[in-house]
Nanobody, 128 residues
Framework: QVPLVESGGGLVQPGGSLRLSCAASGRTFNYYSMAWVRQAPRKERELVAGINWSGSSTYYADSVKGRFTISRDNAENTIYLQMNSLEPEDTATYYC?????????????????????WGQGTQVTVSS
């Protein structure tokens, strides 16, 4: 199984922006919904955003609506998470996840358990 590899995390001040990327080198994930899931210390995982196979349908958690944007470039086998107006509460490890069990669905799953292939995560820290 070719791994998903996240990048783009780091330290940013409150109000700043970051863009995360997730790629699967050597294979396509163009058939599947993808998502970004985050986990902060001592908190449960949260599905932050999801996108269907074509990019035509997206899902956002209420906590990030209006601030985060998920997108994908199927020609590059890459998905992105643009994060703006970052807050200290956004500090977490961000994971890219893939729903390999349901190809070509219209709406991305909004339940973490539907995503069955995961990256190793990238750390995002929002602090002054």
């Amino acid at each position: 199984q070719v791994p998903l590899v996240e990048s783009g995390g780091g330290l940013v001040q409150p109000g700043g922006s970051l863009r995360l990327s997730c790629a699967a080198s050597g294979r396509t994930f163009n058939y599947y919904s993808m998502a970004w899931v985050r986990q902060a210390p001592r908190k449960e995982r949260e599905l932050v955003a999801g996108i269907n196979w074509s990019g035509s349908s997206t899902y956002y958690a209420d906590s990030v609506k209006g601030r985060f944007t998920i997108s994908r470039d199927n020609a590059e086998n890459t998905i992105y998470l643009q994060m703006n107006s970052l807050e200290p509460e956004d500090t977490a490890t961000y994971y890219c996840a893939e729903d390999q069990s349901h190809p070509f669905v219209h709406n991305p799953a909004d339940q973490i358990g539907e995503y069955d292939h995961w990256g190793q995560g990238t750390q995002v820290t929002v602090s002054s």
